[in-house]
């Protein structure tokens, strides 16, 4: 397993969620990385990115509500989720940013948001 997400869970509008990417083998460490997700019937979308460097590039429906970020000496990816919506209910995944990455990681189960309204 490259990476494994958690943090996800049932939250009212306007509340907030942080979600993690650990990585147990530290490849994140190595890549871009990016987090997805997936509404049902929709599909799978880059939410927010970060480069090596640190370097973020977030989707306009996120911008000013979303901050993801990194722990290299923890090998995990972070995303801050503030001031959430309905809509931004989906399963959340991590990944490598396929903005600048041809491979991709075994995409692992996700972590699930559901926003009420």
């Known amino acids: 397993v490259d990476v494994v997400e958690s943090g996800g869970g049932l939250v009212q509008s306007g509340g907030s969620l942080t979600l993690s990417c650990a990585s147990p083998s530290r490849v994140v460490n190595f890549y871009a990385m990016g987090w997805y997700r997936q509404a049902p019937g929709k599909e799978r979308e880059s939410v927010a990115s970060i480069s090596r460097e640190g370097a973020t590039i977030y989707v306009d429906s996120v911008k000013g509500r979303f901050t993801i970020s990194k722990d290299s000496a923890k090998a995990t990816i972070y995303l801050q989720m503030n001031n959430l919506k309905p809509e931004d209910t989906a399963i959340y995944y991590c990944?490598?940013?396929?903005?600048?990455?041809?491979?991709?990681?075994?995409w692992g189960q996700g972590t699930q948001v559901t926003v009420s309204s």
């Open positions: 990944n490598t940013d396929a903005r600048v990455h041809n491979q991709r990681f075994i």
